[in-house]
């Protein structure tokens, strides 16, 4: 048997957490007789190496990382947990594939309640990382989402990456922008949610949440892993 590990980055955000619990549910729905287990990078318990220490005497394991790119996480914490053990291994992230941004789409219609202005700027509110695989994992999704909704749209990132969420806004209202939305391209409620609400913008999306589209995209990935 095969396990997959979901692997979150961990938030003190009880609404976060029950997000992602929802989305691990989710998968299980979807992977009937595949053990699912969930382990994280930061903040919460069970840790990612701990989880591939315990499963690994048992089964083959796949580690599908909770997040929308790549980065310190997946390059250095889930790489380190998994390194000798060979029955482990991990896959991509989450946010490059086509079905993020028709999620992230959703969100902005529901943000915007269904009608589209002229004038309307999207700013992709990334997390950010100090891996440069992480911006090519972030232009993909805005590339992805350039051709799902009738706006612009740029990058600005929460934290590590530049420009910073508030500097691309505040670049879209120079260009001339009559509203700013922040498409939150986060997977769950919690802190860096918070910062993207405070980054000026006149609309916030919703996170991604736990989306069956979502849960399909984790599901791809064990399979292709």
């Known amino acids: 048997m095969t396990t997959l590990i979901a692997c979150s980055h961990g938030t003190d955000s009880g609404a976060g957490r029950a ?18 287990v969930q382990a994280f990078v930061d903040v ?12 690994s005497t048992e089964d083959d394991l796949v580690v599908v990382p909770l997040l929308l790119s790549a980065g310190h996480h997946t390059a250095v914490d889930i790489a380190d947990a998994i390194a000798g053990h060979p029955g482990a291994r991990r896959t991509e992230p989450l946010g490059s594939h086509p079905l993020v941004a028709h999620v992230l789409a959703t969100r902005l219609r529901a943000a915007v309640s269904g009608s589209w202005r002229a004038g309307d700027r999207v700013v992709l509110a990334a997390a950010g990382s100090s891996d440069p695989a992480a911006a090519v994992d972030v232009d993909t999704a805005a590339e992805h989402l350039r051709a799902l909704i009738p706006a612009p749209v740029s990058v600005g990132y929460v934290s590590t990456m530049r420009p ?15 509203r700013v939305i922040a498409a939150s391209h986060l997977l769950a409620p919690g802190f860096f949610a918070g910062l993207v609400h405070e980054a000026g913008a006149d609309v916030v999306s919703a996170p991604l949440g736990a989306d069956p589209r979502i849960a399909q995209v984790i599901v791809e990935r064990f399979r292709t892993a």
Do not use: H, K, N, Y
Not at 164 to 178: F, N, P, T, Y
């Open 19 to 36: 997000t992602i619990v929802r989305l691990v549910e989710m998968v299980r729905e979807l992977l009937p007789g595949v053990r699912v």
């Open 164 to 178: 910073r969420i508030a500097d691309a806004v505040a670049g879209s209202r120079l260009e001339g922008a009559g």
């Open 44 to 55: 919460q318990t069970p840790a990612i190496r701990d989880v591939v220490v315990e499963e």
